[in-house]
């Protein structure tokens, strides 16, 4: 499946999504689908990276497991990062009403997908 249906079909099945975006090692845009604006979620995208990449090493500096996912609250919204192999990285942008937990389920569903394509 290539990788903007994947990421337009995340969005779709999520009350409250507002865009997905894949992100590569370095923070370079794979592929996006947004809402609305694509600018801006690239935008914001690229700190939330800067910051799960850092949780990242702190909680491998502190001796504690590798953080695979985070949830974040940032301007208005909520932001699930989940770490897919090799590297790469989607950054899912959630309306703070929406529905969290069937954004969680449909993430880790692409994200299965995501890495068997990327492999």
Do not use: C, H
Request: aromatic fraction near 8%; charged fraction near 25%.
């Amino acid at each position: 499946m290539p990788f903007r249906a994947l990421l337009k079909d995340l969005v779709s099945k999520v009350d409250g999504a507002q865009g997905v975006i894949l992100l590569d090692w370095e923070g370079e845009v794979v592929q996006l689908w947004a809402m609305g604006d694509g600018e801006r979620l690239t935008l914001r995208a690229a700190y939330i990276a800067v910051t799960f990449r850092q949780a990242q090493a702190l909680t491998a500096a502190g001796g504690a497991s590798r953080a695979s996912q985070m949830v974040i609250e940032y301007e208005g919204a909520r932001f699930v990062v989940e770490e897919i192999d090799s590297g790469y990285i989607i950054v899912f942008e959630l309306q703070v009403k929406g529905n969290l937990g069937e954004a969680l389920r449909q993430i880790e569903s692409a994200v299965a997908t995501l890495r068997r394509e990327i492999a």
